[in-house]
């Protein structure tokens, strides 16, 4: 079965600093997306950033990277120059296989506070 | 355009009352997602349509739930009796992405939810 883990329930990081936010995954399909939400307070879920399996580079938008390792089955984000407006729960996610649904298996999530 | 909507945005129902949450997705998108949100967790799938064919509804987690979309395009989540434990935000989220696409970036885009509180 496949499987997400977030192992920081909670993060601080200081404003304009770099921060990685953890996440390692667990599946035996060979084709898989990974992506990054970011869920306000507000609660909307946005979409950040993905990676594909088979993707040779880490992806990147903007100040946010994702670094992928493929074989420690890891998909850490990295947000660079962090903002106030950054402080908000992210969730990694797993998405099957299309030819199954493509549906999303969530982390727990990852709370960051970023401090002024 | 318009994005995912969903209504209403909150919800309080009395234990054993039913419940219809509805989702519009955006216009054109051939997948639509239901998952719950428990409260300081990750969101759970719940339901799958690709147009009005609900393809997988493992995650509903009792015959409770049932969910809907008749024409392809907007969908409703029912739930019947509902308990305490229904008490979740639920999501909407759809995709341009079909079963077989060999496309591999179509991200889910969500909805703002529906906070449903069950007393």
């Known amino acids: 079965a496949q499987k997400i883990t977030q192992t920081q329930p909670g993060m601080f990081v200081q404003e304009k600093e770099a921060v990685t936010l953890d996440c390692t995954y667990d599946?035996?399909?060979?084709?898989?997306?990974l992506f990054w939400y970011k869920q306000p307070s507000s609660g909307e879920m946005i979409f950040l950033i993905y990676?594909?399996?088979?993707?040779?580079q880490n992806a990147t938008e903007g100040r946010y990277s994702l670094n992928f390792q493929k074989a420690r089955k890891s998909a850490n984000l990295v947000i660079s120059a962090s903002q106030l407006g950054d402080s908000a729960m992210y969730f990694c996610?797993?998405?099957?296989?299309?030819?199954?649904?493509?549906?999303?298996?969530f982390g727990q999530g990852t709370e960051l506070s970023v401090k002024p | 355009g318009a994005g995912v909507s969903q209504s209403p945005r909150y919800k309080v129902a009395k234990r054993g009352q039913d419940v219809a949450l509805r989702c519009d997705p955006i216009?054109?998108?051939?997948?639509l997602f239901w998952y719950q949100q428990a409260l300081g967790q990750g969101p759970e799938f719940l339901t799958y349509?690709?147009?009005?064919?609900?393809?997988?509804k493992s995650g509903l987690p009792s015959d409770r739930f049932f969910a809907e979309r008749p024409e392809g395009s907007v969908s409703t989540l029912k739930i019947q009796r509902t308990q305490q434990e229904d008490s979740a935000v639920y999501l909407c989220?759809?995709?341009?992405?079909?079963?077989?696409?060999?496309?591999?970036?179509?991200?889910?885009?969500f909805g703002p939810g529906t906070r449903l509180t069950v007393t």
């Open positions: 599946t035996s399909d060979p084709s898989y997306g």
């Open positions: 990676q594909g399996s088979y993707d040779q």
């Open positions: 989220a759809s995709s341009l992405a079909r079963g077989g696409s060999q496309a591999p970036t179509y991200e889910q885009y």
């Open positions: 216009s054109g998108h051939v997948s």
């Open positions: 996610a797993m998405r099957e296989p299309l030819t199954q649904g493509g549906k999303l298996i």
């Open positions: 349509f690709q147009n009005e064919a609900q393809l997988d």
